[in-house]
């Protein structure tokens, strides 16, 4: 009776999340953005050329349109790619729209990686779970932001939090070597996304690097080492593969799109970012947490990020996690 009840309550749930997926499916139908690399790139992802020749190709790829702007994130030209061809399919059947159908998919993999982290290693209950998802969908940047523009940057979200999620589970399993191998390539894959992953890889490793400081765990160590072999296998991609790649499909190597070396151009970016998106992040917090004033979303934010430093694993814990989900 209480399975019965609990699959009552999950399909439940996900009926109501359909619903608001279809909701925010039509408050934005008719809306687009404008966007000065739209019409540069969407031409060429509609383009006849091979889908090798389109993705490596940062003159048509990237705007404006340079031979130097080689960026190292084709995996993201690919979800462009296919967002950019689902919108053509549809306006071909006679719904013309710019929801992008890589956001929706990137939403969906959020919430069940959201869920099964609430219900099998918090063992939160099935109605705590659904008003806490509730939150995160609620925010305006996950409601009201499917529209097509550089789409890969939601799958980085998927990646990071697939990475911290994996990375809790090393610590109950360490040697688990599927779960080392997942977690490098989860990393790796992030920061092919986008450079925002490269930021995430260097933020993960100033957090691991403080874990082990105060609480001396080993995990720690054997996790930057992963987080800085995938950042050595990225970089050996920007610089070598990457152009050479470019070379076979369009015959020329393109120029760098950030010059610096690389200790300049990891630093410069990031506090240019902080300088201008601290109050951003601020407002996605205090309308996660109910529209808070900006000063309570700060304290919440440091809380969130301070305390998993201070306070040392539970390896008990995580290892009866652990148990739940390889039983689940």
């Not at 099998?120 to 659904?130: E, P, V």
């Not at 490269?198 to 996790?223: P, T, W």
């Not at 800085?228 to 499909?249: D, I, R």
């Amino acid at each position: 009776m209480v399975h019965l009840r609990n699959r009552l309550s999950i399909a439940g749930c996900s009926l109501f999340f359909i619903f608001l997926a279809g909701v925010s499916i039509h408050l934005q139908w008719n809306d687009s953005m404008d966007h000065y690399e739209h019409p540069v790139t969407i031409s060429h992802f509609l383009s006849s050329n091979s889908l090798f020749k389109i993705i490596f190709d940062p003159e048509h790829t990237e705007a404006p349109s340079s031979r130097n702007n080689f960026q190292a994130r084709e995996l993201s030209y690919v979800t462009d790619y296919l967002d950019v061809r689902f919108m053509a399919l549809c306006s071909k059947w006679g719904f013309s729209h710019s929801l992008s159908i890589m956001k929706y998919f990137s939403l969906v993999c959020l919430v069940l990686l959201l869920w099964h982290f609430m219900r099998r290693a918090l063992n939160f209950d099935i109605q705590t779970s659904f008003l806490l998802t509730c939150l995160f969908l609620f925010t305006p940047c996950v409601f009201l932001f499917s529209l097509f523009h550089h789409t890969s940057k939601s799958l980085v979200a998927v990646g990071m939090a697939a990475t911290l999620y994996t990375c809790a589970y090393i610590s109950s399993k360490p040697k688990n070597t599927l779960r080392w191998l997942l977690f490098f390539s989860l990393v790796l894959i992030t920061e092919l996304f986008d450079f925002q992953g490269v930021l995430f890889a260097g933020f993960l490793i100033l957090g691991l690097a403080i874990q082990r400081l105060l609480h001396k765990n080993k995990q720690s160590f054997f996790l930057i080492g992963a987080v800085l072999c995938a950042c050595l296998v990225y970089f050996l991609y920007k610089s070598y593969l990457g152009p050479w790649l470019v070379f076979k499909a369009q015959g020329y190597y393109p120029g760098q799109y950030l010059r610096p070396s690389f200790p300049v151009e990891f630093f410069h970016k990031p506090i240019r970012g902080l300088y201008y998106c601290v109050p951003l992040v601020l407002d996605y917090v205090r309308y996660y947490a109910g529209n808070v004033s900006r000063l309570t979303a700060l304290g919440i934010l440091v809380i969130v990020l301070v305390t998993p430093l201070w306070v040392p694993p539970n390896k008990q814990y995580l290892s009866r996690s652990a148990e739940r989900l390889t039983l689940s």
